[in-house]
């Protein structure tokens, strides 16, 4: 086991490291920025049947769950494709409206979860297209769907979930940007403006990497907190999600992701100088409006922990703590910001002595209902 840990203490450490390796395995092969194309084979032998889509729909669970809700602002501001985002175990028992116009597709890293299963059965029985994201080549839900674009993000073994994450993000985002050339929503040139981003993404984590000891730092000062809020805005409304699923899978600190808009419609009453609040305020993304809300906290005595754009001086005048992540287009972001969130998660879990790798009462792959 220790060598496959790599020299990492644990697999989680080693796989969030593995992230920019695991992102140019997604795309090797698939984004040609010199022939001007994206190819996916099973995309391009669907391709009129999913640009066609009148709606996509986006069925997981947990983690794969959130890379869904990103994908739908990229699908939505890419492609102009109505989507909508369902937790599988919700979506099966409602008699959901679906028809042929429509795309499912099923994220999942194992591709061996009941729900997402389930989603996708009942999906194809009405006539829908079904279309896999799937990390474990040949699993239960890749053989079900019509189609699938795998994530290659190697082998995960920490039951909370990081490579995966980001290599989901980085398919769908190959697709959105397929469909929307497809159907002329965006120019070429900024079709090729994200290709070129995309072949930066790997080290702009490269760089978010180096964080590391800032965090472990800024982990050790917050460990033992009760409670713990994350807020974002747009694509980073996820993050928030996630980091909050990070901190409790592992840490099982109470964590709780919001919008942050939201705030104020009720967690801002939790708001004290017990409450560590972690603000992912990058520039872009309504950045001005984070800043008023993170005025917000501060004004409350809220302890705050600022994800924010390398060079930002705003924030920094305002926050306890600064973690600092490269620029990139606004719909990759995710891709960057999601990393300090992981670190320091894994950071406070450790110092808590808890099991990070198999958290207690959590399943890598839940094939039960
Ligand atoms: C379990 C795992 C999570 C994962 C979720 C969905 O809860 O602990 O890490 O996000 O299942 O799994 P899937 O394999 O469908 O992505």
Redesign the pocket.
């Known amino acids: 086991e220790q060598i496959e840990k790599g020299g990492y203490e644990h697999f989680m450490l080693k796989e969030i490291h593995e992230q920019p390796t695991a992102i140019k395995d997604t795309y090797r092969g698939r984004m040609l920025p010199d022939e001007g194309i994206i190819r996916m084979a099973g995309v391009d032998d669907n391709l009129e049947r999913i640009a066609n889509a009148k709606r996509i729909l986006i069925v997981?669970?947990?983690?794969?769950w959130h890379a869904g809700l990103v994908a739908e602002y990229i699908f939505e501001e890419l492609a102009r494709i109505p989507v909508e985002v369902e937790y599988a175990s919700e979506f099966r028992y409602r008699n959901p409206i679906i028809s042929e116009k429509d795309v499912i597709i099923a994220?999942?890293?194992?591709?061996?979860?009941a729900d997402?299963m389930a989603a996708i059965k009942l999906a194809k029985e009405k006539g829908a297209f079904a279309f896999g994201v799937c990390n474990v080549v040949g699993s239960s839900i890749s053989r079900e769907t019509h189609a699938g674009a795998y994530t290659h993000a190697g082998p995960e073994i920490g039951?909370?979930?990081t490579k995966?994450f980001t290599t989901q993000i980085t398919v769908l985002t190959l697709l959105a940007l397929k469909l929307a050339k497809q159907n002329g929503t965006i120019s070429h040139t900024e079709f090729m403006t994200y290709l070129q981003e995309m072949e930066r993404i790997p080290s702009k984590i490269e760089s978010a990497l180096e964080g590391d000891e800032h965090i472990k730092m800024i982990a050790d000062i917050y460990k033992d907190a009760r409670n713990c809020l994350y807020l974002g805005r747009g694509y980073n409304f996820p993050v928030a999600l996630e980091g909050a699923l990070k901190l409790k899978?592992i840490s099982y600190i109470h964590a709780e992701g919001y919008p942050a808009a939201e705030m104020k419609h009720g967690p801002i009453a939790l708001i004290d100088e017990e409450m560590p609040v972690v603000v992912i305020a990058t520039k872009k993304g309504h950045y001005e409006k984070v800043v008023s809300n993170i005025q917000e906290i501060k004004s409350r005595k809220g302890k705050i922990i600022a994800i924010v754009t390398e060079g930002d001086t705003e924030v920094r005048e305002l926050a306890d703590h600064v973690i600092e992540v490269p620029e990139t287009l606004e719909p990759l972001t995710p891709l960057v910001t999601t990393i300090p969130l992981q670190l320091l998660s894994y950071h406070i879990a450790v110092m808590l002595g808890k099991n990070v790798d198999q958290p207690r009462n959590?399943?890598?792959?839940?094939t039960v209902e």
């Open positions: 997981a669970c947990g983690t794969s994220i999942s890293q194992s591709g061996e979860t997402t039951v909370a979930s995966a899978e959590l399943a890598k792959s839940v």
